[in-house]
C-alpha cells in the first residue's frame, strides 16, 4: 500500500525548532520528489520545501533560511527541520510525493503560540 504517514507536530513556542518526519511505505523515495506542503486557516495550501529525486532542495522566501528538507533512504523517511518558528508557520503539514496529484500524507499540525 502506498502510503506517506506524518509525525513530529506540535506546539511550540515563538523562535522555536521542531523536526517533522514523513514515513513513506509501498514506494521507492529514491526514485520520488519529495515535499512539504502546508495549509493555514482560511488559506491556500502551500509548497514549502522541495528535495527532488536528485537531491536539489528549494525552498519559497517565507522559509529559506530557517526550513531543512532531508531524507535517509534507507529508512525511507523524509524530514522537515524548522528552527527560528514563527506565528506565521501555524499550520496543517502535509508530506507528499510527486506534486499535487502525488501522494498524500494525513497531516500533522504545527501551532506556533506563546
Known amino acids: 500500500q502506498v502510503q506517506l504517514v506524518e509525525s513530529g507536530g506540535g506546539l511550540v513556542q515563538p523562535g522555536g525548532s521542531l523536526r517533522l518526519s514523513c514515513a513513506a511505505s509501498?514506494?521507492?523515495?529514491?526514485?520520488?520528489?519529495m515535499n512539504w506542503y502546508r495549509q493555514a486557516p482560511g488559506k491556500e495550501r502551500e509548497l514549502v520545501a522541495t528535495?527532488?529525486?536528485?537531491?536539489?532542495?528549494n525552498y519559497p522566501d517565507s522559509v529559506k533560511g530557517r526550513f531543512t528538507i532531508s531524507r535517509d533512504n534507507a529508512k525511507k523517511t523524509v524530514y522537515l527541520q524548522m528552527i527560528s518558528l514563527k506565528f506565521e508557520d501555524t499550520a496543517v503539514y502535509y508530506c507528499?510525493?510527486?506534486?499535487?496529484?502525488?501522494?498524500w500524507g494525513q497531516g500533522t499540525q504545527v501551532t506556533v503560540s506563546s
Open positions: 507528499n510525493a510527486n506534486g499535487p496529484t502525488g501522494v
Open positions: 509501498g514506494f521507492f523515495i529514491t526514485v520520488s520528489d
Open positions: 528535495i527532488t529525486k536528485h537531491d536539489r532542495t
